[in-house]
């Protein structure tokens, strides 16, 4: 039995193993103290989007004709989406794969702990993470560049459901990748190539009027560029529609391109999920 089911079943004062919920929180508390013990990798991962929205914040900064916003505000929430993306996507997508070469995967698979609990765990940890990392976002885009927080409760929780299925699609997306490098030391590399293609295509860079329609096409294949354009329609003016390609924010096309991310992404992680390498067997 794992040291995070021997600390749960003593939790409960009882023989009785502990189920896959409470093992999950406690696994998600050790997922957590793991990644902010590594403080250089912790900090990293959070000043990262911050560090990119400053530059090009700083180089564009121009008012954008007839939207009342300039090209610093474009970009909070555009890095804001990106930063979820790489909370969900690509920190699980190269951490899973990581393990499962250290052969971590396969020794819990060998424990009595439940499938579920390791997976939840990491659902404690991209949504802590997450969270932490939107929050420095919007207060930098609130202190620096002038984003208005949403007056009305409407805008709150349309941020609300774009965060929790945007954040859940991305993730489910990065387990699902996790199979795809055949070693840990190739995750990197295979997780983050098509993540960079992605925030070029889908509007986090650059702006989705000037990028080639069969680029922005591709791009809203994927939830990144939904992500985008709905926070875009939370934390601008409405005036600033006219940027998107539709003229609108599309929140009932958003909503379901993400819940069919959501749905995919399940399926993919059930299909395609291992617990060792191929090398294995």
């Known amino acids: 039995m794992t040291a995070t089911a021997v600390r749960a079943r003593g939790a409960t004062g009882s023989g009785r193993p502990p189920g896959a919920w409470r093992l999950g929180m406690h696994r998600g508390a050790l997922e957590l103290r793991q990644f902010f013990r590594r403080r250089d990798q912790a900090v990293f991962s959070l000043a990262l989007p911050v560090v990119l929205l400053f530059l090009f914040a700083s180089i564009f ?37 990581v393990e499962r070469d250290e052969q971590v995967l396969r020794r819990l698979r060998g424990t009595p702990m439940p499938p ?21 976002m919007l207060a ?22 774009i965060f ?8 489910l997306l990065g387990i699902a990748i996790s199979s795809v490098p055949r070693s840990g030391a190739s995750a990197t590399s295979v997780v983050v190539l ?29 939830p990144l560029k939904w992500m985008c354009q709905g926070l ?17 924010w599309e929140y009932g096309r ?28």
Do not use: H
Request: charged letters at 10%; a positive charge; one cysteine or more.
């Open 232 to 248: 875009r329609g939370v934390f601008l003016p409405e005036s600033a529609r006219m940027l998107e390609t539709a003229g609108s």
């Open 140 to 161: 930098v885009g609130v202190t620096l560049y002038g984003v208005e927080l949403p007056a009305g409760a409407g805008k709150w929780f349309a941020f609300g459901w």
């Open 116 to 136: 579920a609990a390791y997976f939840l765990g990491k659902v404690w940890l991209v949504l802590v993470t997450a969270i932490l990392e939107t929050a420095v």
């Open 164 to 171: 929790v299925l945007g954040l859940t699609a991305c993730a």
């Open 194 to 222: 098509p993540f960079l293609v992605l925030q070029f295509i889908s509007g986090v860079y650059i702006s989705v009027g000037t990028i080639p329609g069969w680029l922005l096409g591709i791009g809203a294949l994927f």
């Open 61 to 97: 900064r121009d008012s954008v004709a007839g939207t009342g916003v300039t090209a610093s505000q474009l970009y909070v929430p555009a890095m804001m989406a990106a930063g979820i993306m790489t909370t969900g996507f690509q920190s699980l997508g190269i951490s899973i794969a």
């Open 254 to 281: 958003i909503a379901l391109v993400l819940a069919a991310w959501c749905a995919g992404g399940l399926l993919l992680c059930l299909l395609t999920f291992r617990w060792k390498n191929r090398r294995d067997g």
